[in-house]
């Protein structure tokens, strides 16, 4: 069940995070560079040629040229031109796939009238895709340029260290679109002695480029004074860098390293004494041993993500209260353990409380939550599923007004939660209770003024009726009620959950007829789970499929089906590789077509029934950075 909520809350962590989120890089861009404003003349002839043998080299349907026709090439889409000097100063060719994340067609290649363009300031070919093709060694003969993004263009071979030439530059974006599990690079720099050369640059990705060969990386990113955003996720970095003896890094506000193996103590390290910075993200790191107390000082952190590193049952330093601006703390399968009193007690204790996001799942916490909320009151994600916490839910958890995310699955906590306790809950847009001693306690003609995307009340005594309440829940994408002692279907279920993404009502004592058409259900596949005795309609012969002890096994799909969105918590879909879903049962439970032609069933003994469907294109869900979390 871990496994099956991962996805579900980064998707609805995207809606928390608009204001946390790092603006795309047209936006940073801008916020250092403005644009200058159009010519309002036609534009210099050479350029204007440089700019159609450019087109001629990219291939379309990835880059719109649709525009690009007439004289004056200033107002071609993606063309922006000096209003004092006429000359070509921006050129954004960034592919039309939205996220830059889909397969697309190859793209072409660079043409080298690129270099014609010596007043350009800001070349955007990101999305693009140059599969198999190496950067061009003469991109580095634009003196001017200040932003060069070509990320997500799948380039293979040696960085050129030319790009060291590019003395103005303040923003490069270099990540290759490798794949998101990280087996192999495409990219990979000889060493990063040219980044000593880029004094200027104040926004630096080099996520999935292959680093493993470099050995003084600290040292060279210490040559970049200005630097502000360093983003080396999954570089297969492995020597930690204890400490600098100067650091030239005072302007540094974000750091991602996560998904390098380290290996290694999380202190002492190099990045403890740098007291600007407001983002940490470490997680996946094969770090261990204790938060070090000099995290105290580090009082501009407004993230800390630490998740899946071994913090080897210690509890966070009671330094933590210092850190009066944190908005986010992710420590997620850190093996913090101790009394939740106790870590709730020392987190940031001033007098506005910022905290948004708290994530302490997977861990060994215990005891009953206090039934003070501390920090806590503006919180809009909390997170607690698998601890050992025991006793009622406290009140103070019912009135978070402006709780998106709520999880308090697989904890010994009980009492009964009625309509009373859910009913402040108006932005509630995940609920998680599953496997708990809670009991549900509804009245059926409650309806709720929250719109939830996903619930999970699995093994909760909720039967036998289905829980009507529900009934409004037209947008759920998730609906986890297995093994919650349900015995019948209401008719209205097939049209109230037509959209959802994730149905699970296995090991429930369901029977009955299902509807003539299943039509209207945005279903690719329905599987009849565990023992169940069924037939379609026009076959006389009932197929039984015996149940299975096991646990949920991860079951692949076709190529051509987008994502499965199993919205949950723990990290299948987390990235974009694993087309996979998670069902139960001791045989190839789901068959993957892409457009499953799915025969009314009747259950012909009780049963338990699982829906599986996958989402379309529009509604798929979107994973995005989101800082630490």
Known sequence: MPEVRFLVQVTLVVLLCLLLTVPPPVTALASVHPAPPASNGSCITHERDALLSIKASLRDPNTDFSSWQGEDCCRWKGVRCSYKTGH??????????????????????????????????????????????????????LPSLRYLNLSYNRFYGRIPPQIGNLSKLTYLDLKPFGPNNHQFYYLYPGDLQWLSHLSSLKHLDLSNVNLTTVVDWVHNINMLPALRKLYLQYTGLRNRVAFVGQSNLTALEVLDISGNNFNTTIAPNWFWNSTSLTS?????????????????????????????????????????????????????QTNTSGDITELMDRLPNCPSSKMQMLDLSYNNLCGALPDWSGPLTNLTYLVLAANNLIGPIPQWIWALNDLVILELAGNRLNGIVTEDHLKGLTALRFLALDNTLLQIKISPNWIPQFKLQAIILASLQLGPAFPPWLRSQTSLQLLHISNASITEIPDWFWVAFSSAEFVDLSDNQIAGTLPATLEFMEAHTMEDIGGTTYKEEGHTNAHTQPSSPSDYDYVRRCPQLQT?????????????????????????????????????????????????????????????????V
């Open 280 to 332: 940490l993200n470490l997680k996946y790191c094969q770090f261990h041993g204790p938060i070090p107390d000099d995290i105290g000082s580090m009082t501009s952190l407004e993230q800390i993500s630490l998740q899946r590193n071994n913090l080897m049952s210690t509890m966070i330093p009671s330094s933590f209260k210092n850190l009066c601006n944190l908005k986010i703390l992710d420590l997620e």
């Open 564 to 628: 499965a969105t199993t919205l949950g918590l723990a990290s299948l879909a987390s990235s974009r590789e694993w087309k996979g879903i998670k069902t139960r049962g001791n045989r190839a439970a789901l068959s993957a077509h892409h457009r499953c032609q799915t025969t009314p069933v009747t259950i012909a003994a009780p049963g338990m029934l699982m829906l599986i469907t996958y989402p379309s294109s529009e509604t798929r869900y979107k994973k995005d950075r989101i800082g630490s």
């Open 88 to 141: 070509v100063v921006k050129l954004n060719l960034r592919g039309k796939t939205g996220d830059c994340l889909e397969v697309y067609p190859y793209s072409g290649e660079i043409s080298y009238s690129l270099v014609s363009l010596q007043q350009l300031r800001y070349l955007d070919l990101s999305c693009n895709n140059f599969y198999g093709a190496e950067i061009p060694k003469f991109i580095g003969s």
